[in-house]
Nanobody
Framework: QLQASGGGLVQAGGSLRLSCAASGRTLSTYAMGWFRQAPGKEREFVGVIVWSRGTTHYADSLKGRFTVSRDDAKNTMYLQMNSLKPEDTAVYYC???????????????????????WGQGTQVTVSS
């Protein structure tokens, strides 16, 4: 089970940190990802972390502003979002993708169908 939290209302230029707490499974054999979905748009990839190695990969448009990290002891993934813009407004979802191979290229986790489990989403609203 994945539980996303930390969303809210923030002014443009501000920051938020989202959390995704996992229960009931060991994450060492997963990549954990963040996606977002704005009204009327497809769910899009934000970033991913391979839990066992800590390696990360981001959507090109978000590099430098968003950072994915993890706390292994808490079984929790984070998304630090800085310099937020109104266009970052969306429901943010976390997902767990089973690692099929240790050599799976990170861009493979940009696909929604790589993920077997999803959290319920948390709303982020950025006002101008």
């Amino acid at each position: 089970q994945l539980q996303a939290s930390g969303g809210g209302l923030v002014q443009a230029g501000g920051s938020l940190r989202l959390s995704c707490a996992a229960s009931g499974r060991t994450l060492s054999t997963y990549a954990m990802g963040w996606f977002r979905q704005a009204p009327g748009k497809e769910r899009e990839f934000v970033g991913v972390i391979v839990w066992s190695r800590g390696t990360t990969h981001y959507a090109d448009s978000l590099k430098g502003r968003f950072t994915v990290s993890r706390d292994d002891a808490k079984n929790t993934m984070y998304l630090q979002m800085n310099s937020l813009k109104p266009e970052d407004t969306a429901v943010y979802y976390c997902g767990a993708a089973p690692l099929r191979s240790v050599i799976t290229p990170l861009p493979a986790f940009e696909r929604r169908d790589a993920y077997a489990y999803w959290g319920q989403g948390t709303q982020v609203t950025v006002s101008s």
